[in-house]
Nanobody, 125 residues
Framework: QVQVAESGGGLVQAGGSLRLSCEVSGRTFNRDDMGWYRQAPGKKREFVAAMSWSGRIINYHGNVKGRFTISRDNAKNTVYLQMNNLNPEDTTIYFC??????????????????WGEGTTVTVSS
């Protein structure tokens, strides 16, 4: 059974930083692409970043490029999202997902069991 567990959300002032973590179990993590999405209430889930299993292919949504960095530690079965220069528009719930589409424009949505429960990020102005 796959388990996907995010952590690291919280409250931060505009211009600040947070690092989200996502630990995965029940999978061969070092063969899985990994990604982050976010979803505000009443809005569609939005691609944030994705990294291939090898780490060689990385893509970001245009809204976060240059501010967010996705990385992974295969020895810890963990993927990270370093978020810098946060602004209030980044306030929402962030979800970790196994085997996301690699490209932001893809309409593919992984099945439910591959998603974490989400972690909330709040950026105050």
């Amino acid at each position: 059974q796959v388990q996907v567990a995010e952590s690291g959300g919280g409250l931060v002032q505009a211009g600040g930083s947070l690092r989200l973590s996502c630990e995965v179990s029940g999978r061969t993590f070092n063969r899985d692409d990994m990604g982050w999405y976010r979803q505000a209430p009443g809005k569609k889930r939005e691609f944030v970043a994705a990294m291939s299993w090898s780490g060689r292919i990385i893509n970001y949504h245009g809204n976060v490029k240059g501010r967010f960095t996705i990385s992974r530690d295969n020895a810890k079965n963990t993927v990270y999202l370093q978020m810098n220069n946060l602004n209030p528009e980044d306030t929402t719930i962030y979800f970790c997902v196994v085997e996301p589409p690699r490209r932001p424009e893809s309409t593919y949505i992984p099945r439910d069991e591959l998603w974490g429960e989400g972690t909330t990020v709040t950026v105050s102005s």
